[in-house]
């Protein structure tokens, strides 16, 4: 929505047992490929520090490219915090 997610994930995500993930490029719901490694890293490293459940929020084909996403921002977030690069 325009907005920088990172103060609602502190406010909310030590409350919330569900986060619903997706990317917004025009529309609602879009695939997570198309978000920004810078964008997306920072949501996912909060996320690797949470337990909950997580739902990537998309449609149709949007699922396999939006997990093939997430999957690197994961590998990049650990990476970082081993202080090696992500492959």
Sequence with gaps: MGRD???VLDAWLPHASVVHLHAM???D???LAL???EQLDPV???LLDWDGVLTLEVFE???FTSRMALLAA???CRAEWRGTPAA
């Design 44 to 46: 996912v490293a909060r």
């Design 5 to 7: 997610p990172l103060p």
């Design 74 to 76: 994961v590998e990049r």
């Design 35 to 37: 978000a920004a490694s």
């Design 29 to 31: 719901h879009r695939s």
């Design 25 to 27: 490029a025009g529309v």
């Design 61 to 63: 084909d949007d699922f």
